[in-house]
C-alpha cells in the first residue's frame, strides 16, 4: 500500500490554538483606503515595516514628550506630528519611525496602551509614512473622528466639528432672542431683594 505524502506543518496554527493571551504587537484588522497596494502588499508591508501610527493624543501633547516615552521602545528616526489641514496645528496624531522593525514590534508590547496627558495612547504598525498623510482627512481639517463626535474633549479642542456648529447655532439663536431691558418701571427698584436685605426706601422717601 501507497504511504499518503506528508502534509506539510503550519506551526502558526498550532501556535494560535494554544495561545491563551493574544500577541500584543500583532496589527489591527485596520487598512488605510488611500493605500495604493493589494492587501498582500499591505500585509508585507506590515511585516517589515519600521513605523507606527500613533493615534488618541492629546492636541497638546510635544514632540518632546513622544520621544521620551517610545524611546524606550527603540531607537527612533523620526517623528511626524500630525496636522490639522487648515492650521497646521497638532491634531491628535503622530507617525514614530524606528530604525529596525523589531523596535516597532517592541513598541507594540509595551507602549501601546500606555497614559500620555491622561490620554490612553493607541498605536498601530503602519506601512509607511508618505508626504500628505501628516494632514487630517476631516472636512474641517481634523481627523475624520472628531468631525462627528458628541462629548465634549477638552483636550481634543472641545466639542466635535458638527456638535460646535450646534452648539455656535444654539448661542446665536439665544443672541438673537435676548431683548434686554431698556427701562425700569418706576418703583421696581424698592423690591429688589440684595445680599443685605430687601432695599430700604431712601431718605427722601422714595
Given at each position: 500500500m501507497e504511504a499518503e505524502a506528508a502534509t506539510p506543518f503550519d506551526s502558526s496554527l498550532l501556535e494560535d490554538r494554544f495561545t491563551i493571551v493574544p500577541r500584543l504587537d500583532r496589527p489591527s484588522t485596520y487598512k488605510d483606503h488611500q493605500y495604493q497596494g493589494t492587501s498582500t502588499q499591505w500585509s508585507s508591508d506590515l511585516a517589515k515595516t519600521t513605523t507606527l501610527y500613533?493615534?488618541?493624543?492629546?492636541?497638546?501633547?510635544?514632540?518632546?514628550?513622544?520621544?521620551?516615552?517610545?524611546?524606550?521602545?527603540?531607537?527612533?528616526?523620526?517623528?511626524?506630528?500630525?496636522?490639522?489641514?487648515?492650521?497646521?496645528?497638532?491634531?491628535?496624531?503622530?507617525?514614530?519611525?524606528?530604525?529596525?522593525?523589531?523596535?516597532?514590534?517592541?513598541?507594540?508590547?509595551?507602549?501601546?496602551?500606555?497614559?500620555?496627558?491622561?490620554?490612553?495612547?493607541?498605536?498601530?504598525?503602519?506601512?509607511?509614512?508618505?508626504?500628505?498623510?501628516?494632514?487630517?482627512?476631516g472636512r474641517s481639517g481634523g481627523q475624520v473622528r472628531d468631525e462627528y463626535r458628541q462629548e465634549y474633549d477638552e483636550a481634543r479642542g472641545g466639542w466635535g466639528h458638527m456638535r460646535a456648529k450646534q452648539e455656535e447655532e444654539r448661542r446665536r439663536q439665544q443672541d438673537d432672542s435676548y431683548e434686554a431691558i431698556s427701562t425700569v418701571p418706576a418703583g421696581a427698584e424698592l423690591q429688589i431683594n440684595s445680599r443685605l436685605g430687601r432695599a430700604s426706601p431712601s431718605r427722601n422717601g422714595y
Open positions: 500613533v493615534g488618541n493624543l492629546s492636541f497638546y501633547t510635544t514632540e518632546e514628550q513622544l520621544y521620551e516615552i517610545f524611546t524606550k521602545a527603540g531607537e527612533i528616526k523620526r517623528i511626524i506630528m500630525g496636522l490639522s489641514r487648515n492650521t497646521k496645528t497638532p491634531c491628535g496624531f503622530c507617525f514614530v519611525e524606528y530604525y529596525t522593525h523589531e523596535s516597532a514590534l517592541e513598541c507594540m508590547k509595551y507602549v501601546n496602551g500606555t497614559k500620555l496627558d491622561d490620554r490612553i495612547i493607541r498605536t498601530d504598525l503602519d506601512p509607511g509614512f508618505r508626504e500628505g498623510r501628516q494632514f487630517g482627512r
